[in-house]
């Protein structure tokens, strides 16, 4: 079964480090791919996304990922963490699983990041 | 920008009582979606709509039924609420899926 992977449940770094979060998923060819984030309380916003093209895309709040075809993977990096970039982080997938002529967005299970001073 | 609004964000309802809890998007997108978040079990997919009057069940849908009259508004029904019904509810809409879905702020529902 397709799935998407986020290894790591809980990051923390240091104000002003660079920080990566790991997302592997298992499909054959390559699928949509998208990171979202979601703080405390909150909905979850879109921080970027990929389907083609050049395989590192941008993203919004100075955020980016890397598309490796070779490795499944679809990593979000930052160069220098914030405070306010404490929150949850959501990898997901879509394009994979036909469900009523739609496919679905697949979602890892999430890794939680803790900012310190 | 995309704005999805969900009618409340927190709820506290009894056990036997039908709640509605209601979602609207201004963007035109013709696919709505309604998650529940729980802690441990992700985001599951309950219902999801892809044009006015059609639904399709998600991975979830037992305990709820949707409702969706016009394109901008996605309605999410929970018959006779249950304390295993209480949970964090996310609605979503897309364009097209390459171009991702963008969440509602979320109603955090209690079930006493």
């Known amino acids: 079964a397709q799935s998407v992977t986020q290894p790591d449940i809980h990051i923390t770094v240091s104000e002003g480090a660079s920080l990566e979060l790991r997302c592997n998923y298992s499909y054959g060819a390559t699928p949509y791919l998208f990171w979202y984030v979601q703080s405390p309380g909150q909905g979850l916003q879109l921080l970027l996304k990929y389907f083609s093209g050049d395989t590192l895309v941008q993203g919004i709040k100075g955020f980016e990922a890397e598309f490796k075809r070779s490795q499944s993977s679809f990593n979000l990096r930052k160069p220098s963490v914030h405070w306010s970039d404490a929150a949850e982080y959501f990898c997901a997938v879509g394009g994979i699983e036909v469900s009523g002529g739609y496919n679905k967005l697949i979602f890892g299970a999430g890794t939680r990041l803790a900012v310190h001073p | 920008d995309v704005k999805v609004t969900q009618s409340s964000r927190y709820l506290v309802k009894r056990t036997g009582e039908k709640v509605f809890l209601e979602c609207v998007q201004d963007m035109d997108h013709e696919n709505m979606f309604w998650y529940r978040q729980d802690p441990g079990l992700g985001l599951r997919l309950i219902y999801f709509s892809y044009d006015v009057k059609m639904k399709e069940k998600g991975d979830i849908p037992e305990g709820y039924s949707v409702s969706r009259e016009k394109k901008e508004r996605f309605s999410l029904i929970l018959e006779s609420a249950s304390t295993n019904q209480t949970s964090m509810y996310l609605c979503?809409?897309?364009?097209?899926?390459?171009?991702?879905?963008?969440f509602g702020p979320g109603t955090r529902l209690l079930v006493l």
């Open positions: 979503a809409s897309s364009l097209s899926e390459r171009e991702g879905q963008y």
